[in-house]
């Protein structure tokens, strides 16, 4: 079995087991902030209690996007995805931090293997920007597919950065980032990354067949 297969099959079963029992919670939340509303209690109003309500949308938010993050790469990996469905993903899990999605209006559905590429470079934004970030997607045709950033702070973990800009993938000491090396290599996609002083960045992915002949897996630019 190879690494990524077993790492697949146990992460499917690590949130399967913790996806139940955090949906269960949200629910019962919900019908409980129903009950309490029809009865004129309070508590809603309470810190206490709108902390322990946050707290049980966060879990299930996260573990529903680490769900997707860390699926199967290959299984239905030329699936088209609608955007509407990748959004609520991503949008429920990022609600939580500092960072601003957004896409191309015309964009209709997204190829899962694009969107994995995307949930787990989410992931990797989320820590190289901690002041927070407008992100913006776009899928230009079948294949390319890109990720514009505008970080106004110009604020950046450099330790993050210079491991997107590791030529050789045993200097990269981020562990997520070694996972994204490792799905460009599955879904044979190159990567260039384009930054302007910190403050903004591109992350171009592309099928290998269609990028330049000079190019190959894991290109960058600076």
């Known amino acids: 079995m190879l690494n990524t297969d077993l790492f697949s099959e146990l992460s499917r079963k690590i949130f399967h087991d913790l996806i139940n029992p955090a949906s269960a919670a949200l629910n019962g939340m919900e019908l409980l902030k129903y009950n ?3 009865s004129g209690e309070q508590i809603l109003e309470d810190d206490t209690f709108r902390l322990l309500e946050m707290s049980i949308k966060k879990i299930t938010a996260q573990i529903a996007f680490f769900r997707f993050c860390y699926s199967h790469p290959e299984v239905k990996k030329n699936e088209n995805l609608s955007v509407e469905h990748i959004d609520s993903i991503v949008n429920d899990y990022i609600n939580f931090t500092k960072l601003e999605i957004s896409h191309g209006k015309d ?3 997204l190829n899962k293997k694009f ?3 995307f ?3 989410v992931l990797i934004l989320q820590g190289m ?3 927070g970030a407008e992100i913006y997607y776009e899928l230009i045709d079948a294949n390319i597919f890109i990720i514009q950033i505008k970080n106004p702070t110009g604020k950046i973990n450099a330790e993050i950065m210079k491991d997107l800009h590791a030529e050789d993938r045993n200097d990269i000491k981020n562990i997520q980032i070694s996972y994204l090396y490792e799905l460009l290599h599955i879904y ?3 990567i260039e990354i384009i ?3 910190d403050s903004e960045i591109s992350i171009n992915f592309s099928n290998q067949n269609q990028a330049d002949s000079s190019s190959s897996v894991g290109s960058r630019k600076t």
Do not use: M, V
């Open 36 to 38: 309490l509303t029809e």
């Open 107 to 109: 964009l209709e559905n």
């Open 115 to 117: 969107a994995i590429l």
């Open 119 to 121: 949930t787990n470079t």
């Open 129 to 131: 920007l901690p002041q």
């Open 188 to 190: 044979g996609i190159n």
């Open 195 to 197: 930054s302007e002083a």
